[in-house]
């Protein structure tokens, strides 16, 4: 008997490409429509215009109107910030406004809705200037809309940068009122004094009344300081119910900026903006499950929490210093009613005299203190130029842009040619019939000793 041959024999080359070329129209037929399809669906896309202007923004925010400083944050806080407010809905709105005047202006009868995201910002290098974009269908749609955009934040920028209209008639007014009322107490003393010729007013009673007005200008201060910190503790409130998302959000906003700007505050809103930015970068790139997005993600997740246990941290401290205000209110208020007990006292013309001088002495201070207001403002306003918006572009006319994905195109064909490859080797396994000499022998376990060649008759 034949020895039993159970070594099987190794595929070869060969072998492979004689089932390709046996599968050779299943194959072609899979590329060729995989090809046609995609090609197809390509041209369909529509054609994407684009519009773009470019615009230059001062840094700074002016910490007060009366000084003239300048309070300067991070760079790239800032200008995140900026985008924030150019993507934001009020400028949005002004923006749709722009787009509905422009369009009667021009008598354009074709409808056009702005669409706030049809807009991309971004700053052009490390500079001030940014690069402002609106994307669509339509190219006359898309320069309107760079150039409404453009025009509303400048607007934006400009209100919230300007100063009051009325700032200097406020001094003016409240000069002249307290001046009028200074005039009446004045008169008033005379007459007093005429009237009570033999009357002069006691040490003690000298001493009472300078230290009850002392107190009411110290009283006034805290009560001033009390407003100011039930205002920050009012916003620290509504900042620690929100999400860590809605706090960072929140925080950009000029009005909660400006009262939290403890340092480790800021250097978590600069980390985590550049770590957004890295997110964006990387999403690009990878997928969200890639290793670096998902690290980045972390980080941005615990900078959060960072962010809001340190707005809780400021609320426990801004309350601790609430109540050490209204404790001095309070102390100071016990001694104001001690020394008007202790002015009472004293014989009625001193006190009324002496009442008659306290509220003289305030009114004094008073016009004193606008009178120097007044003329801060003024110098502040005359050597302080006016912030505005710096347009460098307006809205070019719009270009199309190359939307056709030419890797994709040509990595359709070769996908599809490995799935071809690998659907007919597939079939091929399924495939069990005898074909050729090497397969008679592996599996008769002996050798073949002839073969006879088909051939068919023609005709």
Known sequence: MPENNETRQEATVRDFLNIIFMRKYLILIIVGMTSVAMFYFNARRPQIYSSTSRIMVKRGERSSYLTGQVRYLPWQEEMSSQIQAILSQDVFARAGELVADTLEARGITQPITFTGGSVRAKVVGESNVFSISYTGIDPVECRIGCDAITLAYREYYQRKTAPPEDISNFFGEEVVEVSAELEFWLQKKKNYLKNQSNYTVSNQG??????????????????????????????????????????????????????????????????????????????????????????????????????????????????????????????????????????????????????????????????????????????????????????????????????????????????????????????????????????????????????????????
């Open 206 to 459: 000298n001493f009472y009344m300078s230290k009850l007005v002392s107190l009411e200008i110290q009283a006034s201060s805290l009560e001033t300081q009390l407003i100011e910190q039930n205002a920050r503790m009012s916003t620290l409130t509504a900042l620690i119910s929100l999400m860590p998302e809605e706090l960072e959000e929140r925080l950009t906003l000029p009005g909660s900026r400006s009262m939290m700007q403890s340092g480790l505050i800021s250097n978590i809103k600069y980390t985590l903006q550049r770590s957004r930015m890295k997110r964006e970068v990387l999403i690009t790139k990878y997928t969200k499950r890639h290793p670096e997005v998902v690290a980045a993600d972390t980080q941005i997740t615990g900078l959060l929490a960072d962010l809001k246990r340190e707005v809780e941290n400021s609320y426990t401290i801004e309350k601790r210093e609430l109540n050490n205000l209204q404790s001095k209110v309070d102390i100071v208020a016990g001694q104001i009613a001690a020394t008007q007990e202790a002015l009472s006292g004293l014989p009625d013309k001193e006190l009324e005299i002496g009442r008659i001088e306290s509220k003289i002495a305030s009114l004094m201070k008073k016009r004193e203190l606008l009178l120097t207001r007044r003329d801060e403002a003024e110098i502040a306003l005359a050597t302080t130029p006016q912030w505005t918006v710096g347009v460098l572009a307006r809205a070019s006319v719009a270009k199309q842009q190359n939307t056709q994905d030419y890797v994709r195109l040509a990595l359709g064909p070769f996908l599809s040619l490995i799935v071809g490859v690998g659907l007919a080797f597939f079939l091929e396994s399924l495939d069990h019939s005898v074909k050729n000499i090497s397969e008679v022998e592996e599996y008769l376990s002996t050798k073949v000793l002839a073969s006879i060649t088909d051939t068919r008759v023609k005709g």
